[in-house]
Each structure stands twice: as structure tokens, then as C-alpha cells.
């Protein structure tokens, strides 16, 4: 089983900062990808940013610029620095992971969710 916890959000003023962390445990060989995603109040969850294992991004359009993803590959975690935040940006901000796992002699990939972190911007 692998668990994936985020932590760092909250409320915060229009214009303020957060970081986010996501920090994978558990039986894991190794994680491709790490993204974030959101989900704003009746609105479907979307993409925020992504990491490669390599260190290669992905950004919501919306977002670049304002949001910096990046991970630390030895402790199984990444991170979400968001600046300039906007009332938009509320949202329960989610991250997955795409894990391997050893099972029965074999490499199986398996993608895993967060429980989610609430960040709140006031104006």
C-alpha cells in the first residue's frame, strides 16, 4: 500500500503565498509522475501542474507563472509553490503519484490520490 499526504494549505489573503507538499510512503519502487490537481465548489477537478521523475513540468496554463512545481526524488515528495493567489484559486488542491510496485516478482504501475489539502484566498 502506498499513502500520499499533503499538508501546507489553509487560508491566505489575495496576493499571499503557500506551499504544498506531498509526501509518498509505503511499499513504492520507484514514482513516475507527481501532479497536482484542484477542485473547486461544483466545478470538475483540473490539472495543475506535473512532474516527471526527470524533472520535467507540465503547468495549467492558468497557472504558469504564479505556481512552481518541484520535487525531492530521495524522500518521495513534491511540492506546490503558489504565489500571487487569487479568490479563484480556492480549491481542495489533490496530488498523485504514479507508483511501481514490486508484486509477485514483477514491476506494476498503480496511480495513487492524496486526501486532499483545502487552500482558501480571501479578497
Known amino acids: 500500500q502506498v499513502q500520499l499526504v499533503e499538508s501546507g494549505g489553509g487560508l491566505v489573503q489575495a496576493g499571499g503565498s503557500l506551499r504544498l507538499s506531498c509526501a509518498a510512503s509505503?511499499?513504492?519502487?520507484?514514482?513516475?509522475?507527481m501532479g497536482w490537481y484542484r477542485q473547486a465548489p461544483g466545478k470538475q477537478r483540473e490539472l495543475v501542474a506535473r512532474?516527471?521523475?526527470?524533472?520535467?513540468?507540465t503547468y495549467a496554463a492558468s497557472m504558469k507563472g504564479r505556481f512552481t512545481i518541484s520535487r525531492d526524488n530521495a524522500k518521495n515528495t513534491a511540492y506546490l509553490q503558489m504565489n500571487s493567489l487569487k479568490p479563484e484559486d480556492t480549491a481542495v488542491y489533490y496530488c498523485?503519484?504514479?507508483?511501481?510496485?514490486?508484486?509477485?516478482?514483477?514491476?506494476?504501475?498503480?496511480?495513487?490520490w492524496g486526501q486532499g489539502t483545502q487552500v482558501t484566498v480571501s479578497s
Open positions: 498523485n503519484a504514479d507508483c511501481l510496485q514490486v508484486q509477485g516478482g514483477s514491476l506494476l504501475g498503480r496511480l495513487y
Open positions: 509505503g511499499s513504492i519502487f520507484s514514482i513516475n509522475d
Open positions: 512532474i516527471t521523475s526527470g524533472g520535467r513540468i
